[in-house]
């Protein structure tokens, strides 16, 4: 089955900064990528799909790229309401799998 | 729009079968094109996808859990249900039940709030 492995599993940025988090499969799985944000005490929320697709609502600040086994996720211009944790899914075939997810947390 | 929430015992004993639903409302769960999963958490940690089922009943899992898990549909009253049986306390988490809400999407951007199960004696 394909890994998906997220790095870095924290970070401490600053307020209005850049953010990218690294999402790599194991496989190639072409853009079958989700991102997902979660802040505590809730379920998570779509951010992007396709791997570069932003979920309707959600702020254009957020942004995805990458295809086959190298993704990212990028905040540009890092906000208090960003505090969270970020998973990336894939999900070109079951089994549908998580990354073991990233905390954003500001400095 | 379509929601979902999770119900079942928030306490099991060891050894015991896990028994949660999740009901599904403003929308059909016959339909072509969605797929109903449970995902669940344990407590600090990440998201793990336990399986999905479709609305003709076809289901698939995750291998870790495959032997263990079972997922059926009651359409007349527009839920989807899990079974875990054997349960240890690496069992305990955080159950969410999750969809997607435009057919043929293998994404999940609905969400159940959540049902926190606690397997303990």
């Known amino acids: 089955d394909i890994q998906m492995t997220q790095s870095p599993s924290s970070l401490s940025a600053s307020v209005g900064d850049r953010v990218t988090i690294t999402c790599r499969a194991s496989?190639?799985?072409?853009?079958?990528l989700a991102w997902y944000q979660q802040t505590p005490g809730n379920a998570p929320k779509l951010l992007m799909y396709?791997?570069?697709t932003l979920q309707s609502g959600v702020p254009s600040r957020f942004s995805g790229s990458g295809s086959g086994t190298d993704f990212t996720l990028t905040i540009s211009g890092l906000q208090p309401e960003d505090v969270a944790t970020y998973y990336c899914?894939?999900?070109?075939?079951?089994?549908?799998?998580f990354g073991q997810g990233t905390k954003v947390e500001i400095k | 729009q379509v929601q979902l929430q999770e119900s079942g015992p928030g306490l099991v004993r060891p050894s015991q079968t896990l028994s949660l639903t999740c009901n599904v409302s403003?929308?059909?769960?016959?339909?072509?094109?969605?797929?109903w999963s449970w995902i669940r958490q344990h407590p600090g940690k990440g998201l793990e996808w336990i399986g999905l089922i479709y609305y003709t009943g076809s289901t698939y899992f995750d291998p870790s859990l495959k032997s263990r898990s079972s997922i059926s549909v009651d359409t007349s009253k527009n839920q989807f249900s899990l079974r875990l049986n054997s349960v240890t306390a690496a069992d305990t988490a955080v159950y969410y039940c999750?969809?997607?809400?435009?057919?043929?999407?293998?994404?999940?951007?609905?969400w159940g709030r959540g049902t926190l199960v606690t397997v303990s004696s």
């Open positions: 899914q894939k999900y070109n075939s079951v089994p549908w799998t």
């Open positions: 396709a791997a570069s």
């Open positions: 999750a969809s997607n809400s435009r057919p043929g999407d293998w994404y999940f951007d609905l």
């Open positions: 496989q190639g799985i072409s853009n079958y």
């Open positions: 403003g929308g059909s769960i016959n339909t072509s094109g969605y797929y």
